[in-house]
């Protein structure tokens, strides 16, 4: 399906879109802790992720479309470039049930200015800040996995989960892109469930106490 010229509808993602393959291209990353950078934040001032105490979640995606502006020629046969907008939808509406699993923070990561992102943030009406890496250092310190369209390199989409400032979980490559959000609270979900208290056992174990111990 092509879209009309100046009626692109960014919030869509239409039928036959090519998957994208794993080329390997993330292997690297589980493990890895980030490089101290501050990036510009959507909601003002920097956000430096390697300094972030607690979980973090960090979706990474090539570039958001704007309402009746075209995308660049050939967009859609680039396997995983559509759905930027579906994916970001996605964290917004599964923020409630990240936030219950134990994350601390939420970003998203493209290489876009931060005025742009600023435009798609407040219009999707994101409850977190949108990450700009326009001079790729975050991406070069950390090897990401890049292709370029119309002169502009952009990052190929994928998910972190981040441990204080350690790589824990990737998700590479993903797709759908509108399900992204919901396969990161599945790991979480599953992880928090791997790490509970089975039934009858308790939390605190209590110290084994022998005779020799007790004073009477």
Not at 130 to 150: G, H, K, Y
Request: aromatic share 8%; charged share 20%; proline share 11%.
């Amino acid at each position: 399906m092509t879209e009309a010229p100046g009626k692109h509808d960014p919030t869509f993602l239409p039928p036959g879109i090519p998957v994208p393959q794993d080329d390997g291209a993330a292997r690297h990353l589980t493990g890895r802790k980030l490089p101290d950078l501050a990036l510009p934040a959507t909601r003002g001032g920097a956000v430096n992720l390697a300094r972030l105490p607690g979980r973090t979640v960090l979706y990474i995606y090539p570039r958001t479309g704007v309402p009746g502006v075209d995308l660049p020629p050939g967009w859609d046969d680039i396997p995983g470039a559509r759905g930027c907008t579906p994916q970001s939808c996605g964290f917004r509406d599964h923020f409630a049930e990240l936030k219950v699993l134990g994350v601390s923070h939420v970003f998203g990561l493209s290489t876009q200015d931060t005025a742009y992102q600023r435009e798609a943030a407040e219009r999707l009406q994101l409850p977190f800040p949108i990450l700009s890496d326009a001079e790729l250092a975050f991406a070069r310190e950390m090897n990401l996995p890049t292709f370029s369209v119309a002169g502009m390199t952009l990052l190929k989409r994928m998910a972190l989960v981040i441990d204080d400032g350690t790589i824990v979980k990737v998700f590479y490559p993903v797709f759908p892109p509108d399900q992204s959000a919901a396969e990161v609270v599945a790991w979480l979900g599953a992880e928090a469930l791997v790490s509970a208290p089975q039934d009858g056992e308790e939390l605190f174990p209590r110290a084994e106490v022998h005779p020799r111990d007790v004073d009477f």
